[in-house]
């Protein structure tokens, strides 16, 4: 099973303290107590330490970054503020010569480091002036539910981004519309309606401050 769907089977498990048993005095703690299913206390806390394991292995595994050297951060650093730039110029800005500085590129691409190369667009001269963020809870948490909502998320044109979150969501989309007609005629007729949603929250942009343009780059041998 995908930590994501691990991370989501355990976080919709909760705990609380009960209050002091009979047989406990001042000073003494009661034992925690799940806040579903009634399950025994070893299962709770196996529940609760497999969610703090979780999270430490999620992070290890999706968030750390592989080693760049300092040439490679420089070509990274260009060609995100320019993927036009030809190989001539990038091998010209970091100080290599153009064989080289192709081999590097080269070898960004094989490992999945640079991913691709795409025009930015100016999204209200496309015809999405309204941007939305809808945080999303599902009722199901099972691995299979969980991806048939990804898939059929995936498959909407108007989310442009969709995550897979911690806390008290379980997925964050992003939503371009046209205008406001458009977006709350898609997010009733079109999300409400995708499998298992147990609640939405639309989240409206106002003003973009500092959009996704690129990533800092701080991983150096």
Not at 125 to 133: A, I, L, P, R
Request: with cysteine; proline share 4%; glycine share 4%.
């Amino acid at each position: 099973m995908p930590l994501s769907a691990l991370l989501r089977c355990v976080t919709s498990c909760s705990v609380k303290h009960s209050p002091l048993a009979p047989h406990t005095t001042q000073g003494e703690y009661s034992m925690p107590e799940l806040t579903r299913n009634g399950l025994s206390e070893s299962r709770r806390y196996a529940l609760l330490f497999a969610r703090i394991y979780l999270f430490y292995a999620l992070y290890r595994k999706e968030l750390t970054s592989m080693a760049l050297d300092k040439t490679e951060i420089k070509i990274l650093s260009v060609l995100q503020g320019d993927a036009r730039i030809t190989n001539q110029e990038l091998a010209d800005k970091i100080g290599l010569s153009a064989s080289p500085c192709w081999r590097k590129v080269r070898k960004l691409e094989e490992q999945g480091v640079i991913q691709g190369y795409r025009a930015v667009l100016d999204r209200k001269k496309t015809g999405s002036g309204v941007m939305v963020f809808i945080r999303v809870v599902i009722d199901c948490h099972s691995e299979a539910e969980a991806e048939k909502f990804e898939q059929q998320v995936t498959a909407l044109e108007d989310v442009v981004a969709c995550y897979s979150i911690g806390g008290d969501a379980d997925f964050l989309l992003q939503v371009v519309a046209t205008d406001l007609d458009s977006y709350a005629d898609f997010a009733m007729s079109v999300v409400r309606r995708l499998p298992r949603i147990k609640e939405m929250q639309s989240m409206f942009v106002l003003k973009e401050i500092k959009p996704l343009t690129s990533y800092p780059i701080k991983s150096v041998r």
